[in-house]
């Protein structure tokens, strides 16, 4: 299976903060890379997929980089209903794995 | 725009066979264009894949899962389901259902169903 890793595990952060969250593949993945956002209690919701693709009505200050093994979310200026837990996937094999998550605290 | 909501129920014991049915609405299952998928999420922790499946009949399943795991469409009633065998404490989870593309790759899941939570216990 492909491991992914994310950094930080968790981080706080302020209303307006620019907010990166990084996702590493245990071996290329080329752009097969997807982002989630999931709030407690909730299912996960898709932001980002093929690693830079924004998601038909997610907020434009969510952005997605990278190819190959690193990976980056990006979220331009924190919103006070982005404080949630963030997941990376892989899809580029079976089986599609996730990484464990970061959760975004509130400063 | 299609929505999908899992049902069954929510306590199994040890060894038995946990069952789930996801229906989908807004649309067919009959579609060529997209895998049907369960995920589980044990309490406090991260995302698994189960398996999926695509409307033609063919079935992919996580190897840590494998022997235990079925998934059948009922395109009938527009439904995909889940039954996992021998179950234990370790398969208590949130247990959603999603689609994803028919695609080169797994692609990625969307929309979701709102979860269901299992638990494992006598």
């Known amino acids: 299976d492909i491991q992914m890793t994310q950094s930080p595990s968790s981080l706080s952060a302020s209303v307006g903060d620019r907010v990166t969250i990084t996702c590493r593949a245990s071996?290329?993945?080329?752009?097969?890379l997807n982002w989630y956002q999931q709030k407690p209690g909730t299912a996960p919701k898709l932001l980002i997929y093929a690693s830079s693709s924004l998601q038909s009505g997610v907020p434009s200050r969510f952005s997605g980089s990278g190819s190959g093994t690193h990976f980056t979310l990006t979220v331009s200026s924190l919103q006070p209903e982005d404080f949630a837990t963030y997941y990376c996937?892989?899809?580029?094999?079976?089986?599609?794995?996730f990484g464990q998550g970061t959760r975004v605290e509130i400063k | 725009q299609q929505q999908l909501q899992e049902s069954g129920p929510g306590l199994v014991e040890p060894s038995e066979t946990l069952s789930l049915t996801c229906t989908v609405s807004?649309?067919?299952?009959?579609?060529?264009?997209?895998?049907w998928a369960w995920i589980r999420q044990p309490p406090g922790k991260g995302l698994e894949w189960i398996g999926s499946?695509?409307?033609?009949?063919?079935?992919y399943s996580n190897p840590s899962l494998k022997s235990r795991v079925t998934i059948s469409v009922d395109a009938s009633k527009n439904q995909f389901s889940l039954k996992l065998s021998s179950v234990t404490a370790a398969d208590t989870a949130v247990y959603y259902c999603?689609?994803?593309?028919?695609?080169?790759?797994?692609?990625?899941?969307?929309?979701w169903g709102q979860g269901t939570l299992v638990t494992v216990s006598s």
């Open positions: 999603a689609r994803h593309p028919y695609s080169s790759d797994w692609g990625w899941f969307d929309p």
């Open positions: 499946i695509y409307y033609g009949g063919t079935t």
């Open positions: 807004g649309g067919s299952i009959r579609s060529y264009s997209y895998y």
């Open positions: 071996q290329s993945i080329n752009n097969f």
């Open positions: 996937q892989q899809s580029y094999n079976t089986p599609p794995t």
